[in-house]
């Protein structure tokens, strides 16, 4: 066991997560909870609360089995959380500052943008592409239209209040704004990582426009705490394959799969088009701008990244995964410096996987209320789901909230988010690994057309 590679251990306990999920869905229904003594199986749960019955040792020792496995996932994201804006901050500063040139650093960024947004704007347009080859939208009957509808409606009502307040200040001149920190250390506080992207990356240029005998212990400092915030990171994923265990088993215990039946044609769309993105889309555009001395293929590509593709996966967070996805990237031969300036504003602004999930939820939502899309309707479609992706945070779920910019583009009822809000998390874990695989990948085209791409050996060293 001691001896197996971290990814398979992670494969295996995400398996195991899944199939122990199923079964506690099938089996473990409010009958038995009654049989233990727990009618309220929610009130127990949260408090222990006895409702007029007396839970037997086996209803206390099930919540406890489930208390400690939530503490353990709880326990290992926030651990990541805790990591990533001070790695964002240290790396950049010490990268900024090591790039010794602010033309440098404006030809590696126009480069990272462009290659965001081209990569967002194709998966934009194969989103709606599928979701119009395949109509997902005509295999929902009316009748499980009103069932789901009814059964989220207060939740989505939550949601399209909140994203109609968000969606005020979503135009591109307020996203261009909101860049700029008014307060730096108010941004580090609250985590806002493009503000703190922005900070560092003045700091670390202003670092080099000082006398070298002044600014070389600050870039001192910043490496040296980098490193040791990598060794955190190190310890950390140490409890990862037990941490995705508890982090999916819950999600498909509650999920259950059931609601595949009548979303399945929908959710398969998805999974399709974000399939597409990660495993055509990333390999092709490597393969396309890496040198045929030091090719990025296919296998060289997902082994390098299979802990952060995982890491995505069971914690539907860019920001959770961060740091691992750096690590990554250096092992995919990717140097510290564009490391450190492409991943921490990729996890931030560019996520194609979002982008895809929104224009197919956008195409099927129209189909399911029969609004015909015309090709206006389309081109609104990839400018607001673009501006989604942009605005949205790394965090699980961030993106459905802004979902009823794209549908008010559309006239389609907010009220729609409903059908699609209990196969949400699922498909949010699929879309953040197309996510987080989309920084990786452009860090390595960036650093590629620098010509300092590693070789696989040297960085595999
Ligand atoms: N969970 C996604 C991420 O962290 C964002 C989203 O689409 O909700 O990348």
Not at 31 to 57: I, M
Not at 154 to 179: C, N
Not at 261 to 269: K, M, R, S
Request: hydrophobic residues 50%.
């Amino acid at each position: 066991m001691k001896k197996m590679p971290i990814h398979v251990k992670i494969v295996i306990s995400l398996a195991l997560g899944v199939l122990v999920g199923v079964l506690l869905n099938r089996f473990w229904t409010p009958e038995v909870w009654a049989s233990l003594g727990v009618n309220d199986k929610a009130a127990f749960l949260a408090s222990g609360a006895a409702d007029g019955n007396q839970p037997t040792w086996g209803a206390h020792a099930a919540k406890f089995a489930i208390d400690a496995n939530r503490f353990i996932g709880r326990l290992f994201i926030r651990c990541l959380q805790f990591i990533a804006v001070p790695i964002v901050l240290f790396s950049l500063i010490a990268g900024a500052a090591s790039l010794g040139d602010v033309r440098k650093l404006g030809r590696i960024g126009g480069k990272t943008l462009v290659t965001f947004m081209v990569t967002t704007a194709i998966a934009i347009v194969v989103g709606i592409g599928l979701a119009q080859a395949l109509k997902p939208g005509s295999y929902v009957g009316e009748e499980s239209k009103a069932r789901l509808m009814s059964q989220y409606a207060a939740e989505a009502g939550k949601k399209a209040s909140e994203g109609q307040e968000r969606a005020k200040s979503m135009t591109a001149w307020d996203q261009l704004l909101d860049t700029v920190p008014s307060n730096p250390m108010a941004a580090l506080a609250t985590g806002q990582m493009i503000q703190v992207v922005t900070f560092a990356l003045v700091l670390g240029a202003a670092l080099t426009v000082i006398p070298r005998h002044r600014s070389k212990p600050v870039i001192d400092v910043c490496e040296a705490l980098t490193e040791a915030i990598t060794a955190i990171v190190q310890a950390v994923m140490s409890i990862a394959p037990y941490a995705v265990f508890t982090l999916i088993c819950p999600i498909i215990a509650t999920t259950g799969i059931d609601v595949l039946g009548a979303l399945g044609v929908y959710a398969g769309t998805v999974v399709v088009g974000l399939a597409l993105i990660n495993f055509g889309l990333y390999p092709l555009m490597l393969r396309l701008f890496t040198p045929s001395s030091n090719r990025i293929g296919f296998t060289r590509f997902f082994r390098a990244m299979g802990p952060a593709q995982m890491l995505a996966f069971s914690s539907s967070s860019s920001n959770a995964t961060l740091a691992v996805n750096m690590e990554c990237s250096k092992r995919l031969g990717v140097p510290d410096d564009i490391v450190s300036f492409v991943l921490p504003l990729g996890a931030t602004i560019n996520m194609n996987g979002t982008a895809l999930y929104q224009a197919v939820v956008a195409v099927f939502l129209a189909q399911l209320y029969g609004i015909p899309l015309t090709l206006g309707d389309q081109a609104m479609i990839v400018l607001t789901a673009t501006l989604v992706s942009i605005g949205s945070a790394g965090v699980p779920g961030a993106s459905v909230v802004l979902m009823v910019v794209v549908l008010q583009s559309i006239n389609v009822p907010a009220e729609g988010i409903s059908v699609i809000l209990g196969l949400d998390r699922i498909l949010d874990m699929c879309r953040t690994v197309v996510n987080t695989g989309g920084d990786a990948m452009t860090a390595a085209v960036v650093a590629s057309s620098e010509g300092t791409l590693r070789k696989e050996e040297e960085s595999a060293a």
